[in-house]
């Protein structure tokens, strides 16, 4: 609809347009032979940059243009009243003189943000302690300060036919494939959804192998993580509203890789993923190993060892299998009830109904103390892995590989790694193999471990980067 000369009705389209929402605020002002009408949100604009910079400089400068005389940097005009009305429900200011069918678009959104603080899920021992907030700005803010070059590239998104949420994609021009680029522009140009509410909205929308339980985009909080992303050539997705910024394409070992993997040196990081990667496999496979060894072949277990299970399964009422179905379960409910619980209590409800529900059910016979030994192992190695969606896909494939331990035993489980291996082995990211960086010789030296810096010269093969080489021969020091 194109605007009216008139003042009234304008404010009367607009009013329409918007459902006579009670915040749609007007207000007017004179100055010299001009009449000026304010249209707003008294909810959404910051009263102080309306008064300095819009109301005081056009009353001090009544005879020259709207555009010259306001001190805003965000300015625009239009004729239109669907633009106009879009731009309110965004928190700006629309200004009209009457007898004019103009209308000028001023940025003055009120900014409520929570300071940046540490991260809450991704905590490090070295490096930075900066996360990402709620606002886009502030992210945009942050990640500009990470990589101070105008190869980095920032381009927006209006996704959501009611929400209009404001998303913010991030390469490097240099670096980043055009041609995951392209697929990664079709596939978020094909969204059509009536509202995103973070991240998880997109990753859903974009990402291959919906059935699969393995995450195939990886969640960070952290903006240092998302600057060693972009180095090697991925793109990164921020969602306004939101504190995790979305990485695409990665890899399966991307999960088990922190900050802290360089800042301790390449010995103990190195450790320290390895233990990562194993804790992933016991996580989602000691259970089973124990009901395959308890129900099918003790014997091969040390003699000793095989006493003690067989004392500690005396007189118990469930067969194994159920037993460690069971336990999981409760694990999973003490999970979840410490996490949506208040902070303050949280904790002490994790400890005593763990250790009250642990007794419990030992004394009475119920589940063997061996078993309640090994799912407390298992939860525990679960949640060494640093990415949440990693660690929750490993503790729920514990579920089918108990059951496969339970009618097959030893076979059962070595059936249960083999179709996770060639799961894992035909999954994509974007097109590009999940599980290939693991196995390629180039990139080896940060998959199960970490290299030296000086061996990290090429940049992981799912990336596919324009400038496959990110460190020269060149080197100083001694070995």
Same mark, same amino acid.
């Given at each position: 609809?194109?605007?009216?000369?008139?003042?009234?009705?304008?404010?009367k389209?607009?009013?329409?347009?918007?459902?006579?929402?009670?915040?749609?605020?007007?207000?007017?002002?004179?100055?010299?032979?001009?009449?000026?009408r304010l249209?707003?949100?008294?909810?959404?604009?910051?009263?102080?940059?309306v008064?300095?910079?819009?109301?005081r400089? /056009?009353?001090?400068?009544?005879? #020259?243009?709207?555009?010259?005389?306001?001190?805003?940097?965000?300015?625009?005009?239009?004729?239109?009243?669907?633009?106009?009305?879009?731009?309110?429900?965004?928190?700006?200011?629309?200004v009209?003189?009457?007898?004019?069918?103009?209308?000028?678009?001023?940025?003055?959104?009120?900014?409520?943000?929570?300071?940046?603080?540490?991260?809450?899920?991704?905590?490090?021992?070295?490096?930075?302690?900066q996360?990402?907030?709620?606002?886009?700005d502030?992210?945009?803010?942050?990640?500009? %300060?990470? @990589?101070?070059?105008?190869?980095?590239?920032?381009?927006?998104?209006?996704?959501?036919?009611?929400?209009?949420t %404001?998303?913010?994609?991030?390469?490097?021009?240099?670096?980043?494939?055009?041609?995951?680029?392209k697929e990664?522009?079709?596939?978020?140009?094909? #969204?059509?959804?009536?509202?995103?509410?973070?991240?998880?909205? @997109?990753?859903?929308?974009?990402?291959?192998?919906?059935?699969?339980?393995?995450?195939?985009?990886?969640?960070?909080?952290?903006?240092?993580?998302?600057?060693?992303?972009?180095?090697?050539?991925?793109?990164?997705?921020?969602?306004d509203?939101?504190?995790?910024?979305?990485?695409?394409?990665?890899s399966?070992?991307?999960?088990?890789?922190?900050p802290d993997?360089?800042?301790i040196?390449?010995l103990?990081?190195?450790?320290?993923?390895?233990?990562r990667?194993?804790?992933?496999?016991?996580?989602?496979?000691?259970?089973g190993?124990?009901?395959? /060894?308890?129900?099918?072949?003790?014997?091969?277990?040390?003699?000793?060892?095989?006493?003690?299970?067989?004392?500690?399964?005396?007189?118990?009422?469930?067969?194994?299998v159920?037993?460690?179905?069971?336990?999981?379960?409760?694990?999973?409910?003490?999970?979840?009830?410490?996490?949506?619980?208040?902070?303050?209590?949280?904790?002490?409800?994790?400890?005593?109904?763990g250790? *009250?529900?642990?007794? *419990?059910?030992?004394?009475?016979?119920? @589940?063997?103390n061996?078993?309640?030994? *090994?799912?407390?192992?298992?939860g525990?190695?679960?949640?060494?892995?640093?990415?949440?969606?990693?660690?929750?896909?490993?503790?729920?494939?514990s579920?089918?590989f108990?059951?496969?331990?339970?009618?097959?035993? /030893?076979?059962?489980?070595?059936?249960?790694?083999?179709?996770?291996?060639?799961?894992?082995?035909?999954?994509?990211?974007?097109? #590009?193999?999940?599980?290939?960086?693991?196995?390629?010789?180039?990139?080896i030296?940060?998959?199960?471990?970490?290299?030296? #810096?000086?061996?990290?010269?090429?940049?992981? %093969?799912?990336?596919?980067? %324009?400038?496959?080489?990110?460190?020269?021969?060149?080197?100083?020091?001694?070995?």
């Open positions: 609809m194109i605007a009216d000369q008139s003042l009234d009705q304008n404010e389209s607009l009013k329409e347009m918007l459902f006579h929402s009670s915040d749609f605020k007007s207000s007017d002002f004179v100055a010299g032979h001009r009449h000026f249209f707003y949100f008294d909810t959404m604009i910051e009263f102080a940059v008064q300095d910079h819009i109301i400089p /056009l009353l001090r400068n009544a005879d #020259i243009s709207v555009r010259d005389a306001v001190t805003i940097l965000e300015y625009s005009e239009t004729d239109l009243l669907s633009v106009a009305s879009q731009a309110l429900v965004e928190g700006q200011t629309v009209q003189i009457e007898g004019e069918p103009k209308l000028y678009l001023l940025g003055t959104q009120l900014n409520k943000e929570r300071a940046v603080n540490i991260p809450v899920n991704e905590r490090v021992l070295r490096g930075s302690n996360a990402l907030i709620e606002n886009l502030t992210n945009l803010n942050l990640m500009r %300060k990470q @990589i101070s070059t105008a190869d980095l590239v920032v381009k927006f998104y209006q996704l959501g036919r009611r929400s209009n %404001k998303v913010a994609v991030l390469y490097l021009r240099s670096l980043a494939n055009e041609n995951v680029l990664f522009d079709r596939r978020i140009d094909s #969204i059509d959804i009536d509202y995103v509410e973070g991240t998880g909205f @997109i990753q859903e929308m974009i990402e291959d192998k919906k059935f699969s339980m393995f995450p195939k985009m990886l969640i960070t909080e952290r903006p240092d993580r998302v600057k060693s992303y972009l180095l090697d050539g991925k793109i990164a997705i921020l969602t509203g939101s504190p995790n910024c979305l990485i695409v394409p990665v399966f070992w991307a999960f088990f890789q922190t993997d360089y800042q040196g390449w103990f990081g190195s450790a320290f993923r390895f233990l990667i194993i804790c992933f496999i016991f996580a989602m496979s000691l259970p190993t124990y009901v395959a /060894l308890v129900t099918f072949d003790p014997r091969i277990v040390p003699f000793p060892i095989a006493l003690t299970l067989q004392s500690s399964m005396q007189y118990i009422a469930l067969p194994p159920l037993e460690a179905l069971t336990m999981l379960l409760i694990l999973e409910i003490l999970r979840e009830a410490t996490i949506r619980l208040p902070s303050s209590i949280a904790n002490t409800i994790g400890v005593v109904g250790i *009250v529900i642990g007794t *419990v059910v030992v004394e009475s016979n119920l @589940i063997s061996m078993m309640v030994i *090994v799912v407390a192992l298992t525990i190695a679960s949640f060494i892995i640093p990415s949440y969606e990693m660690s929750t896909t490993a503790r729920y494939l579920y089918p108990i059951l496969m331990a339970s009618i097959f035993g /030893l076979f059962g489980l070595e059936l249960s790694f083999l179709m996770v291996v060639t799961h894992l082995a035909r999954l994509n990211t974007m097109g #590009i193999p999940y599980f290939y960086s693991g196995i390629s010789g180039d990139t030296q940060d998959t199960w471990f970490r290299g030296p #810096i000086r061996s990290l010269k090429k940049r992981p %093969k799912e990336s596919l980067a %324009k400038d496959e080489m990110r460190i020269s021969a060149r080197r100083g020091g001694t070995e």
